[in-house]
């Protein structure tokens, strides 16, 4: 009878505790779950940073800076990765293709211009050059643009273009963000939660 009431103490207490780990997890899961969801979303940022490198001739630090994250919470279980709206509006082109039209009367596209690092006519360019001598905006055998006389002004006729003007600029899709975001998720998530709910229970004792 003894060693019955031994056993059966044992099992009881072994229940117990079984039943209070249950619980420990059970309300340290959402902690666990927010955890989990926000180290994911900063390891999809990377591999969509690492994607735009790749994907983006010299892109600039404005457009890496485009990718923003909203964090989880233990009463909010959703993590959002984005793109902020301005880096979003041309960008979605890369992803998606499309035309980009102009916001004025035409696209400028340089032609023999000097361009910065990141391959871009620097901000007011068109402007400056368009200021120099010997220099006019027109429509020449069809094409429209910012022409430069060569010889100065009473030259020998001929003609540089600068700048041409573009109606519109058709894009192909190039730059793939879904593909590392959704193969990302799947290889961290997992590992994540399975440590964040680790840490968790053992916080929590």
């Not at 983006?56 to 630090?61: E, L, Q, S, V």
């Not at 006519?121 to 006389?149: D, L, T």
């Not at 730059?175 to 939660?193: C, H, I, K, S, Y």
């Amino acid at each position: 009878c003894l060693g019955g009431g031994l056993v059966s103490s044992g099992a009881e207490k072994i229940a117990e505790f079984n039943r209070g780990r249950a619980d420990v997890a059970q309300m340290q899961l959402p902690v666990a779950v927010s955890v989990a969801l926000n180290e994911t979303a900063t390891e999809v940022g990377r591999a969509w940073q690492v994607q735009m490198r790749r994907r983006i001739d010299r892109a600039r630090p404005f457009t890496m800076r485009g990718v923003f994250k909203q964090r989880a919470s233990k009463t909010r279980l959703t993590a959002t990765l984005g793109l902020r709206p301005v880096q979003s509006a041309y960008l979605k082109r890369l992803v998606a293709g499309g035309v980009r039209r102009p916001t004025g009367r035409a696209i400028p596209i340089a032609v023999n211009q000097r361009l910065n690092q990141y391959g871009n006519m620097p901000r007011g360019a068109v402007r400056r050059v368009v200021a120099q001598k010997s220099v006019f905006s027109g429509r020449i055998n069809g094409v429209g643009g910012i022409w430069k006389r060569l010889g100065g002004k009473r030259g020998n006729g001929r003609l540089r273009l600068l700048v041409a003007y573009r109606g519109q600029a058709s894009y192909q899709p190039a730059l793939d963000l879904e593909r590392p975001a959704l193969g990302t998720a799947r290889n961290v998530f997992p590992q994540a939660m399975g440590r964040a709910l680790r840490r968790a229970i053992a916080t929590a004792r």
